[in-house]
């Protein structure tokens, strides 16, 4: 860990020296599970990153963490560092189910998190669920969510289980009764709905916050802004390119030592491509899409995606807002998000770009 640190800050000074004029606005440690990195190595990373770059005092900067990892004095000694956000990986309040996923902690464990991040000073707690969970039924998940309500985070993300390929719950997948396509669209709703009920807006499909708590730094992805990432696998959008560094710890280490090159993959990404990513990521949230962002953006015409989102307006899935002029997905539409979105990514493609003289 140690090592890792000395490449992490060694990196860190040599990528601020390619954004002198930036200012940071949000900060994120994800990935695996930082915490376990421990609050002293995260200090270094933190004051190594606030040293070259210009990080606003006003920045949201947030740490992921599981329960069994959260220590007072630990979240204490990253407040004192700038640290001001933190997301905890309840997942489920049923302890069974905690075990059957492969979580060390229990829902107990999850609550005393809660209880010294708060005690600590942290204002803004995210806290993630998990629903579709083998053999859960539609009151057990009322149940969790409840739990979760009542435990008054500022922000709550709800995901489904999706069963990967070589992972071990997918080797006994068929006898693990998850609950099918429906059973999971039935929980979606019954979330969106009791979520709103008790403050929790919807901003993003799997994403509900009180009113101000956004996750500013996820909204920079969604919303197509610029990102710079360190560290093994993580993935950059800046000045125009995309590129991803190699996942190996060791390799990192070593070609941060060496000067070798680290990055696995490069690209510009020309304006067409960013006009699909536009769609894409922008429809998975409430803010959606506008005529004239769209048109002025990219010299694309609206009206080809204005037939898709009217066609499945009328069948409940688009909804337009006359106030913002905003064009977005309902509830029921997040859940064929990947349809929908892919009929406008097809109707942009047959489209043909507007004159600049237009504008």
Known sequence: MDRYVRALEKHIQ???????????DTVYFGGGTP???GAERLRRVYTALSRRFNIAKTAEVTLEANPESITEKGCRRLISTGFNRISIGVQTNNDQ???VLGRPHTFRQAQKAMEIAREAGFQNISLDLMYGLPAQSP???????GSVIDMQPEHISCYGLTVQPGTPLYQYRDQAALPNDD???AMYLYAVSTLEAYGYHQYEISNFAQTGKECAHNLKYWMGGEYMSFGPSA???FAGTRYTFASDVNRYIRAIATGDAITTEVEYVPIKERAGEYLMLRMRTVYGIERKEYESTFLMPFDP???VLNFYGTRGLTRYSRETGRWCLTPQGFLVSNQLINQLIDAQRKSTPLSPHRF
Do not use: H, I
Not at 14 to 24: Q, S
Not at 139 to 145: E, G, I, S, T
């Open 305 to 307: 995606l204005e037939t």
């Open 14 to 24: 040599e990528g601020g020296a390619r954004a002198p004029k930036y200012v940071v």
């Open 183 to 185: 059973a999971q669209a």
């Open 97 to 99: 189910l905690l075990k």
């Open 139 to 145: 009151q057990a998940w009322a149940d969790a969510l």
């Open 235 to 237: 993935a950059s959008d």
């Open 35 to 37: 915490s376990y990195f």
